[in-house]
């Protein structure tokens, strides 16, 4: 199932607009800012800075007429730069999360929704993860609040390579056929 989003450089999905498919690491080229969206299909990780980097927000299909009521709902920029297409994923969940970067420290694999490490698994933080099955969404705060971040398969040594330093990572919830 392919994805699709139509950025409006107004709000109410008015002025020029964008459609994307797939991944785009810079959207100025497209639309010179962005203050309404309506996802088609699928799901994307919408980004505050080119390249998928900055603070990210995760979308899925609905509309989303204007920036107050994307913000309500935990959006936490106001300008949306680059976008990433989540591919679905049918099968088994699991991630493995570490204390420390690279690697290190206290370690714990997950195969569901966390909704705190620290509660469940004595956990203070989590600075690096392997996801070797299926696509998460990692919250600063525990009970899925907070900044998120998209955690794709794939070694993840150290946040800070997204634009998330001194960043702790408290809850963590896979993205599921629901969410398309």
Do not use: A
Not at 62 to 83: H, K, L, T, V
Not at 156 to 172: A, I, P
């Amino acid at each position: 199932m392919m994805g699709k989003i139509i950025f409006y450089e107004d709000k109410n999905f008015q002025g020029r607009s964008y459609e994307c498919m797939s991944d785009c690491s810079d959207m100025s080229s497209h639309v010179s800012r962005c203050q309404s969206c309506r996802v088609e299909s699928g799901c994307f990780m919408v980004y505050e800075r080119p390249n998928f980097m900055g603070n990210q927000y995760f979308m899925k299909r609905g509309e989303y007429p204007d920036y107050m009521r994307m913000q309500s709902m935990g959006m936490m920029f106001d300008n949306i730069r680059s976008c990433r297409m989540i591919p679905m994923h049918r099968g088994q969940f699991r991630m493995k999360i570490y204390e420390k970067e690279n690697f290190g420290g206290q370690s714990m694999e997950l195969m569901d929704d966390c909704d705190s490490i620290m509660d469940r698994h004595r956990m203070s933080d989590c600075q690096s993860c392997n996801v070797m099955d299926g696509h998460w969404l990692m919250y600063e705060q525990p009970h899925f609040r907070g900044r998120m971040m998209y955690m794709r398969p794939g070694e993840h040594r150290s946040f800070r390579d997204q634009g998330f330093s001194n960043t702790r990572f408290m809850s963590m919830r896979r993205i599921m056929d629901s969410c398309y």
